[in-house]
């Protein structure tokens, strides 16, 4: 993950008083980079990307024009502007506003979309809105790749069916051999871990497809189940008396912090803790 250069822990660099950015790029295919920001006065001038830029704003508004058409963004509302098509954008309230963007490439979304966006970029739905929330959320921690990318997944799966007027079905298709395929997978990868994008090739199967099989199989996303694994292989090492630093490395976390982040959240303290307080029979 490469982040812009940064003047606080957070990675985010201040411009004018009240101003602040932070952008990075995640290796997670698709995705050109993550961008956060918050402006009180700075309006874009007319411009144009080169991806599909996905934007929530959390604070405030942003009003902007698209194709000669003006449109803003109220908080519930999730903004999807197409490439190659002109934009501007300058805030809507007194205090500016705090927005959250991901930049797409045409794998996630294709180009045949664009018409679609162009006539209705604003979408009002609430459960998009909260997914969004989620990807920013699990692209901005290092070693999350996969279930950034899961959460992606489900993401354009939701925007393509607004752009195509379709109807999303009410619950997935079971496919439990698909699933268990999946989780053979994952169990051969638990260390070095593997993304939806290479077990969709492996598979055979879309990775919305794969996502929603193994999900309604087994109660758990991919991503749950692989961390799941990881914490338990920890676990183990953890009791055979290596330190968390060792025992990151070798059950496939980005780093010592990666690792205390889940093992608090499945075991409920810290691995240091639960190693110290462990039991070890001579």
Do not use: C
Request: positive net charge; hydrophobic residues 35%; proline residues 8%.
């Amino acid at each position: 993950m490469n982040r812009a250069t940064s003047n606080s822990a957070n990675g985010s660099a201040r411009g004018a008083p009240g101003e602040e950015v932070s952008a990075w790029r995640p290796r997670v295919p698709g995705v050109t980079e993550v961008f956060h920001a918050h402006f009180t006065e700075y309006a874009y001038p007319m411009h144009v990307h080169d991806a599909w830029t996905l934007l929530i704003v959390d604070d405030g508004a942003v009003r902007y024009d698209l194709d000669r058409h003006a449109h803003g963004t109220p908080l519930d509302t999730v903004s999807l502007l197409p490439p190659h098509v002109p934009h501007n954008g300058s805030p809507a309230t007194p205090g500016g506003f705090r927005k959250r963007v991901v930049y797409l490439d045409s794998s996630r979304l294709g180009e045949e979309l664009i018409g679609a966006a162009v006539d209705d970029p604003d979408l009002r739905d609430p459960v998009l809105r909260l997914r969004v929330g989620q990807l920013h959320a699990a692209l901005a921690r290092p070693g999350d790749e996969l279930e950034a990318e899961s959460r992606l997944t489900l993401v354009g799966e939701r925007l393509r069916g607004h752009l195509r007027r379709r109807v999303e079905p009410s619950s997935p298709r079971r496919d439990p051999r698909l699933a268990r395929k999946l989780r053979e997978l994952l169990d051969s990868r638990l260390t070095d871990g593997i993304s939806l994008t290479e077990a969709s090739g492996l598979l055979h199967a879309h990775p919305a497809h794969l996502v929603r099989a193994f999900s309604g199989a087994y109660g758990i996303a991919p991503h749950q189940y692989l961390m799941s694994r990881r914490v338990g292989r920890a676990r183990r090492l953890l009791l055979d008396g290596l330190p968390p630093g060792d025992v990151a490395a070798l059950t496939g976390f980005y780093d010592q912090a990666h690792l205390t982040r889940h093992f608090r959240k499945l075991v409920g303290v810290p691995p240091g803790r639960y190693r110290s307080g462990a039991h070890r029979t001579p």
